[in-house]
């Protein structure tokens, strides 16, 4: 019979027994067995011994005090920026259509092509129109050329009107004179009567003679507006010819190609779309939560998804929002000499705005409270832990830029979900320990 495993069996019996059943006497035991229960004892043992003994614990702190790392953080001012989401437009597009109809007789330029303001890029066959202008300006000719004879007639006219009035003078006076005679018996009957009627015919020829001038009068305002029928016809005309070639509004680059060679135009046909490139814009739309922080005129940057970075100024702030989206339509205006940028390009936009005080913090100290607020636990006068809604203003390679803090605070870092309002907490601040 083996006597050893026996033994080892009772003992390790013994010690389980002890362990469990009388845990509080086996520590008690132990406790009064260990040499630090006898330095702890010892009256004449001087506090540096008793500290080189046993040296007190790190963490001991008061009953429900949690300990907690934190850091001190001042505010300091930084610049804000209003980050959109834009895209390019081109300074100016239009689409170039035909007025008239005709056939295209002039060669197509390619769409790429560089064309200047006045270039000719659709020319349209003129048909009749030469001969309907040339109709047009000779009738304006003769109507001019009658001018001189119609303008003669008018002087003739008063003429004969003065003439006869100083026959009516004539004849009055005669009358008058023969009037007197028969009173006195020197003149008939007959006479008078004849003087009488001479009176009454030259005031019939004063009426024709004044109808006379308002002929000439109007015959020459009938040629007056026979003339500006005539000037009207030839500019209507000569507008139909310019309207055969049509031109380039504006100097850009061809989107479309012109209209092909023998392709018939009717009004409201395309003849090719011009784009203007230099300037561009940059457009993005801003939410109405932010659109008191941009300000025409202030500075701005974009970078285009090619990883071209561009600066600018804001030129046009719209006043009146989207009413889908609520959002603001802001414009860049970017030169473009070399027509690098192309109109469509994606952009990511900022917009420098006012600066405003901020704490740069680790982003691991944001935390979330009951009702889902985001912001971070801060430690009051009284070393109680308080939640303090934030609102993160941007990224950045030192951490993130939060406000709505004060200007000096102290944030716990770590411990800060283990805590609520009003629970006393024991920091040890970061700055400290390093």
């Known amino acids: ?81 209003v980050r959109l989401r834009g895209q390019t437009e081109a300074a100016r597009q239009v689409s170039v259509l035909s007025d008239a109809n005709g056939r295209v007789i002039s060669e197509p330029l390619r769409k790429g092509a560089f064309v200047d303001a006045g270039q000719l890029m659709c020319e349209l066959d003129p048909g ?32 004969r009107l003065a003439e006869a009035q100083a026959r009516l003078e004539e004849a009055s006076i005669n009358a008058v004179a023969a009037k007197r005679l028969s009173q006195g018996g020197f003149a008939s009957e007959s006479r008078v009567a004849n003087t009488e009627a001479a009176v009454q015919s030259a005031q019939a020829a004063i009426v024709s ?18 003339i500006e029928s005539a000037q009207a016809a030839v500019a209507r005309a000569q507008t139909e010819i310019d309207k055969l070639q049509i031109t380039a509004p504006f100097a850009g680059v061809l989107e479309t190609d012109s209209a ?15 784009i ?42 719209s006043r009146s929002a989207d009413p889908t989206t609520r959002t603001f339509r802001v414009e ?38 009951d009702a889902g607020t985001l912001g971070v636990r801060t430690i009051d006068a009284n070393s109680e832990a308080q939640f303090v809604p934030v609102t993160v203003l941007r990224d950045a390679p030192e951490g993130i830029y939060l406000s709505g803090l004060p200007d000096q605070v102290d944030v716990i870092t770590v411990g800060q979900e283990f805590v609520t309002d009003g629970v006393p907490v024991a920091p040890s601040f970061e700055e400290v320990i390093q």
């Open 209 to 226: 003679a004044e109808a006379g001038v308002k002929a000439a009068r109007a015959g020459l305002d009938t040629l007056q507006a026979n």
């Open 260 to 274: 092909e060679i023998g392709s018939l135009l009717q009004p409201g046909a395309l003849c090719a779309t011009v």
């Open 128 to 159: 009749t129109s030469a001969a309907t202008l040339a109709e047009a300006e000779a009738r304006l000719a003769e109507s001019q050329a009658r001018r001189p004879e119609v303008e003669a007639r008018i002087p003739e006219a008063e003429a």
């Open 332 to 369: 860049l205006t970017v030169p473009n000499p070399d027509l690098t940028i192309r109109d469509g390009q994606t952009a990511e936009i900022l917009i420098q705005s006012q600066g405003v005080m901020a704490h740069v913090l680790a982003s691991s100290v944001l935390t979330l409270n």
């Open 276 to 317: 203007q490139l230099d300037p561009i814009k940059v457009v993005g739309f801003v939410p109405e939560t932010e659109v008191r922080r941009v300000e025409v005129g202030a500075l701005a940057g974009a970078r285009l998804n090619g990883g071209v970075v561009v600066q600018a100024r804001v030129t046009f702030l």
């Open 1 to 81: 019979m083996r006597i050893v495993p026996i033994l080892t069996a009772i003992l390790v019996a013994a010690f389980l027994f002890g362990l469990v059943i009388e845990r509080e006497r086996l520590f008690a035991l132990v406790s009064t067995l260990s040499p630090r229960a006898d330095v702890a004892e010892a009256p004449d043992a001087t506090p540096q011994e008793v500290s080189e003994a046993e040296p007190p614990a790190a963490d001991a702190v008061d009953d429900g005090v949690i300990r907690v790392m934190a850091t001190r953080s001042v505010a300091r001012e930084i610049d804000t920026q």
